[in-house]
């Protein structure tokens, strides 16, 4: 009974050890979609001096990052700037077809995470999923990550890289 007791014990010191360990890894997500809009968004768009716009017309761009790491993690994220997104999609060819959007961004030093985020709404009218694509791969995300294990870690994330294009809508 003892020698059980024992092994019990054991087992749970080791999975607490292994959930500790665990929770100090980084976490990375990101998300990049180019979907439809519902009709209720498309209603929000202003189309004056379009030439017969329909919902087609126009697609919601959403991107969505965050990084969560351990207290003995040092990070140091670079995110694109507001304009950077409207530039980008502007340069195609060189048309007006950002139209509005939003975003945040929290990047402190002194927590463990970082999260960045946007959305907008673009005129998409004779553009292909390539030129997007191609477009957006002028925007950049910048991670450095230095754990307490003594790794270094540099990631590029190339937002047209990771494009989705949902047809079904938001």
């Not at 994220?77 to 060189?94: G, K, V, Y």
């Not at 995300?141 to 938001?170: A, M, V």
Request: aromatic residues 12%.
């Amino acid at each position: 009974m003892k020698n059980l007791w024992m092994l019990f014990l054991l087992s749970v010191l080791l999975l607490f050890t292994s959930a500790c360990n665990i929770s100090q890894e980084q976490k990375i997500t990101n998300e990049a979609v180019v979907s439809q809009l519902s009709e209720e968004e498309f209603e929000d768009v202003g189309t004056h001096g379009l030439d017969n716009p329909t919902i087609d017309d126009f697609r919601k761009f959403t991107f969505s990052f965050e990084v969560e790491h351990s207290p003995e993690t040092t990070r140091k994220a670079e995110f694109p700037t507001l304009n950077s997104w409207r530039e980008a999609i502007n340069t195609i060819d060189n048309k007006e077809r950002y139209l509005f959007g939003d975003g945040y961004g929290q990047n402190n030093d002194a927590e463990n995470f970082a999260e960045y985020g946007r959305e907008f709404v673009f005129y998409s009218k004779g553009l292909n999923e390539e030129e997007i694509r191609k477009a957006f791969n002028s925007i950049v995300i910048l991670l450095y990550l230095d754990t307490e294990k003594g790794e270094s870690i540099e990631r590029e994330y190339k937002i047209g890289d990771l494009i989705k294009f949902d047809s079904n809508g938001s």
